[in-house]
């Protein structure tokens, strides 16, 4: 499908596999798995908290010296190296097909927080008490977006 | 729980309560055992019942619509129990 017959469609992991991981290059896809690469790049290196502090994602240099701890799933330096490649791939193939992820939501929301300040204090004003389930499960993105508003 | 660093509930009108879960299943249901109680609270007058006056619940079986935005949820929805792709939804149409 072109951009133009689904621009901003949202997408998740459903389409990510059936639509975009047969995209990417089989000598790479072969040795990895389709989900936990989704979640790697969903939730290290566009969602972790140091591309929260810029609104962007990490560089490869970044991401190859992420601790294991931050990133357990990917831990030797060539399967970073492929993992990010699949995820330049897949930006550059989002971005062809006008789609957006759940990631870029959450950036485009926290650029118009910080850039317009009417809006930052209509949230601030809004909202008395927020609860969160399940805040463990969340990206630190997500979190920041919540807790640039709420913190005590 | 996060409190608004704005913690005065009377300088902007209905100030607004959110819970937020990944599950609209658990959305759903949080929402409906809350109108069973605030139908049990205004239906028995209780001291307490000033609370809830004037207040509404949001419908159990609606949820943020597309449409809604920050504004057009105050002071007649209480609170607001929805997913965190509904709030992040609420939050994109209220910056239009």
Same mark, same amino acid.
Not at chain 1, 105 to 127: E, Y
Not at chain 2, 13 to 32: C, E, F, H, I, W
């Given at each position: ?13 459903r ?15 072969k ?15 566009? +969602?972790s $908290?140091?591309?929260? #502090?810029?609104l962007? &994602?990490?560089?490869?240099e970044?991401y190859?010296?992420? /601790? ?8 030797t330096?060539s ?9 330049e791939?897949?930006e ?5 097909? +006008?789609d $957006?992820d759940q990631? #870029?939501?959450?950036? &485009?929301?926290l650029?118009?927080?910080k850039?317009?300040p /009417?809006?930052?204090?209509t949230?601030?004003q809004?909202?008395?008490e ?5 805040m463990f ?13 709420? $913190?005590? | ?26 959305a759903?249901?949080l929402?409906?055992y809350l109108?069973a ?5 205004v ?28 504004l ?11 997913t ?5 939804t ?7």
């Amino acid at each position: 499908m072109s951009a133009s017959q689904h621009s901003q469609r949202v997408l998740d992991f459903r389409i990510f596999k059936n639509e975009y991981w047969c995209r990417f290059p089989s000598t790479i896809t072969k040795f990895l798995s389709a989900d936990l690469v989704f979640a790697e790049i969903m939730g290290v290196i566009k +969602g972790s $908290i140091g591309s929260g #502090d810029a609104l962007g &994602a990490v560089s490869l240099e970044q991401y190859l010296n992420t /601790s294991s701890r931050s990133a357990s799933t990917f831990t030797t330096e060539s399967e970073r190296g492929q993992c990010y490649d699949l995820y330049e791939r897949y930006e550059k193939y989002k971005t062809e097909q +006008g789609d $957006i992820d759940q990631v #870029d939501r959450v950036i &485009a929301l926290l650029k118009a927080i910080k850039s317009t300040p /009417s809006f930052d204090d209509t949230l601030k004003q809004s909202f008395h008490e927020l609860y969160v389930d399940g805040m463990f499960k969340a990206t630190n993105l997500n979190y920041s977006i919540l807790a640039n508003q709420w $913190i005590i | 729980m996060l409190n608004s660093a704005n913690n005065n509930q009377t300088d902007f009108p209905g100030n607004l309560k959110v819970l937020l879960t990944r599950s609209p299943y658990l959305a759903a249901k949080l929402k409906g055992y809350l109108e069973a109680l605030f139908e049990t609270q205004v239906s028995q007058g209780t001291p307490d019942n000033a609370v809830w006056k004037g207040k509404t619940l949001q419908a159990a079986d609606s949820t943020p619509e597309d449409t809604q935005t920050i504004l057009s949820t105050h002071g007649e929805r209480f609170p607001l129990i929805c997913t965190v792709e509904q709030f992040l939804t609420l939050l994109e149409n209220s910056m239009k």
